[in-house]
């Protein structure tokens, strides 16, 4: 570059983050409202934690404690502590009762919803900047409570919009694979959580690719090799039946039946007995089979889940913008964690909650066709002349405390520039002020929701301009009202 060259920046937004318009926020703000008065209703209250937490409160959310940017956005603070921006909502929530346990309403049931970072890679509906919105019981070991967040999950996804067969809740609990894992000899917690790993790439790889995961170890399509958990036979058979098992379909209570047959250890059979207490629960709320079914396959992929785990999966279909079909799959889920508390306290304290994924769940109802409506701008008050300035605020005034969203328009074109202005903001209608309006105390309004409408259907410009549609003038002293009623007229 030489001296008399000036660097400029090509404009784009980094891999993973996106920048969302009125109609996108819309969306998401409306899952947002709609699933925090669901929770309310079960009687949960708000709580809004900071972006930033310390590392080492992360704990087990941090991939590599050695490396604080794998996984997680992460800084190093003037005073050489690392903090990372929050990975969900969960390990500010463990901190903050920790840290206010002995003031706390116990249980303590909270809901929180906010942004949340994952240096992580992206894909269709996964990004490293997203929002999520999340409940949780803390301080209670009752099954029970696992059913309760699950029943208010199952009408949560109802009121952010989605139909009976359009998602359902799967169920499992981690004592299941843990006493399955304990009777066939599974000890390491490295050994351990590979096969949890594996376990949870079911639905993607299939039986012969978490075989080898199982075992030696499994090469993918890229060449990149991953380590095996080196199970041998007769444990991966045991492994096999019961994935047999959790992949057959069947009612909450025969799954049950068919998973008591199995060798699964003390704790798999209390594992059985919770996932029983969240069946009874389940079906005294209501909860169709439909909406919430055990799915012993279910894993979840955090490694601090220690009881019930469940996760909502998309079954609407959905498609990319060339017309490709595309798997959401995941669009929220939670479970159990009954450690995290202690990693502060050296206290057990239970908890359990659930995570809807906001933005995923927006970018897969738009994949849906299910795309928020456009968003209807503000009046516009076009500005004719500079000396009139103040007598064009004044009617934005006017409209503004009457509760309707109005704006004088501050560029410098002229008035068919202005009108195609307000148009592309998808304003109700123009608020038009000349010279002849002001001598007459008058107003003249363009309507312009009835001008879109017709202009579907007008075959060329001379019928437009001879028809004029949806233009009136009118007494000073009814603009409210006039306006009000397009807007009406609009809905």
Known sequence: MTDDQTFRPEARAPKGFGDRRASDLAAERAIIDAVSKVYERYGFEALSTSAFEYADALGKFLPDSERPNAGVFALQDDDEQWMALRYDLTAPLARFAAENWQTLPKPFRR????????????????????TQCDADTVGSARPEADAEIIAMAAEGLAAAGLNPGQAVLKINSRKLLDGLMAAQGVGSDVQKLIVLRALDK?????????????????????GDFTKGAGLKGAAIDAIKAFMDTASAERPRGDMLNALANLSLGALGEEGLSDLAAIDAA???MGVSEGAAKLDPSVVRGLEYYTGAVFEAELLLSTTDEKGQQVRFGSIGGGGRYDGLVARFTGEAVPATGFSFGVSRLASALRAAGREQAALRGPVVIIAFDNEAMPDYFAVAAELRAAGIPAEVYLGTSGMRPQ????????????????????????????DLDLGRA????????????????????????????????ILDAGK
């Open 111 to 130: 809901y929180a919803f906010g942004t949340v970072w994952r240096n992580e890679k992206v894909g269709p509906g996964r990004f490293r900047e997203f």
């Open 419 to 446: 009108m195609k202005y307000a148009d592309r903001r998808l304003s109700p209608c123009a608020v038009i002020i000349g010279e002849d309006e002001r001598a007459a105390g008058t107003v003249t309004l363009k």
């Open 202 to 222: 079911f639905d993607r790889l299939g039986w012969e690719g978490v075989r080898l995961l199982l075992g030696e170890g499994r090469l993918d399509e890229s």
């Open 282 to 284: 389940l079906k005294s």
């Open 454 to 485: 017709l202009a579907e259907g007008v075959k060329d410009s001379e019928t437009w301009r001879a028809e004029r549609p949806g233009q009136q003038t009118l007494p000073r002293t009814q603009l409210v009202a006039a306006v009000r009623a």
